[in-house]
């Protein structure tokens, strides 16, 4: 992997400070164009910072949306590797470079009482502390994201009574990836919530860190592990989807009869079924919150949707569950004929809520856990259009970058 000098002013090659030269991939096409960012989270950990923060940064220097979920790190519009690259060396010298000593040792601490916090960079190099621009957008999106704190003998530590990121240049990165208790591993950046658009949405609320549990990705991967261990509900996520009387069942017999509730209604309803965070619940929101006019419908629901699907597990989950709805549906012909699932496809790809690789890997693969492998054939097919497309763009990217 190609490295270069933190401080690219320095020609030093020498210099000790280095991290990963930023490489971008466009993807998409049209309105749907959007530039990630693949080794995002490398250079994130060269500068030990979460990588949730140079890439609001871009979206606000930019003024484009950002997505930061599923370990993928995307800004909208199609950018240049230069741009961003420019951009990345103002992030490094606004929020990283200790402005006395010039070098990036420095982590970033929070004081004050909500409402009027501060910022400065605590070098560990010389030992200065100098103030960040609290003028600047990210101040206050780091202020709500502060950086993990740091740990001692089990105890979350605490110095000059803020918090604090651990100053790790070149080691570890802030986050870890764990294992639940089904074998799901799912890494989720501290304070990362991916850019929904749910302005004058009934989510807004909810995903504005109200809620403890849709408002913090971390938050709600504790409450599914503790769930687990308290198995309330009789048996394990892998168990429970089949059996009449779980909660999932409960989920999708609820949906039948309140298709026309709100999010923040839904979203009240899987916490009392105990089962937030689990991947299952977007099988039931794919085939019950939804009717054959799903084309139509979708669109109204992607800020749910982009809260509640926060995994690859969960994109699946979401695709079968769609999949029981077309290929269930006594008008399945008229859904095809109509390519229903290459349009519903094209919704969820565009809202950041299924990555490319998991579609098409989806596209590409008849199964028959969600439905008979006929069905299962039909629906795939039905989603062509879109997978031909999607290919398309690929293509489309990889000869501008030649």
Not at 1 to 24: G, H, S
Not at 335 to 354: E, P, R, W
């Amino acid at each position: 992997m190609a490295t270069v000098n933190i401080r690219r002013d320095v020609d030093d090659k020498f210099y000790r400070y280095k991290m990963p030269l930023l490489q971008i991939k466009i993807e998409g096409r049209g309105n749907g164009i959007k530039t990630v960012v693949p080794n995002m989270e490398d250079i994130a950990r060269a500068l030990n910072r979460p990588p949730t923060y140079p890439t609001k940064f871009f979206g606000f220097e930019l003024g484009a949306q950002t997505s930061m979920a599923n370990d993928r790190y995307i800004v909208n519009g199609a950018h240049t590797a230069d741009r961003l690259r420019e951009l990345l060396d103002v992030f490094i010298e606004k929020f990283v470079l200790c402005p006395s000593c010039k070098n990036p040792e420095t982590e970033i601490v929070i004081t004050g009482r909500s409402g009027h916090e501060d910022m400065h960079r605590d070098c560990k190099a010389c030992g200065r502390q100098n103030p960040i621009d609290m003028r600047h957008k990210l101040s206050a999106f780091i202020i709500k994201n502060p950086p993990k704190k740091k740990e001692k003998g089990g105890k979350k530590g605490k110095k000059s009574g803020g918090m604090t990121a651990e100053a790790n240049v070149g080691g570890p990165m802030v986050f870890e990836k764990t294992e639940d208790g089904s074998g799901e591993d799912e890494t989720s950046p501290d304070g990362a919530v991916a850019a929904v658009p749910t302005a004058g949405t009934e989510i807004d609320a909810v995903l504005g860190r109200a809620d403890p549990i849709l408002g913090n990705p971390d938050a709600a991967e504790a409450a599914s592990k503790k769930l687990a261990k308290l198995d309330i509900n009789g048996g394990g996520d892998e168990e429970e989807d089949e059996d009449a009387d779980s909660p999932y069942a409960a989920l999708g017999s609820w949906l039948e009869d309140n298709k026309e509730a709100n999010d923040t209604a839904i979203i009240a309803e899987i916490k009392d079924l105990g089962i937030a965070g689990k991947h299952k619940v977007l099988v039931e929101i794919g085939q019950h919150l939804f009717s054959d006019d799903i084309c139509d419908e979708i669109s109204g629901r992607t800020a749910l949707l982009q809260a509640l699907v926060t995994s690859e597990k969960h994109q699946k989950s979401l695709l079968g569950g769609i999949e029981r709805l077309i290929g269930l549906s006594p008008s399945l012909e008229s859904l095809i004929a109509a390519g229903t699932t290459s349009k519903v496809l094209m919704v969820l790809y565009q809202a950041d809520i299924i990555d490319e690789d998991v579609v098409q890997q989806w596209g590409t693969h008849v199964s028959k856990k969600y439905v008979d492998k006929d069905k299962s054939k039909k629906v795939r097919k039905n989603a062509e259009a879109f997978l031909k497309w999607l290919e398309e763009a690929e293509d489309e990217s990889e000869s501008d970058d030649e």
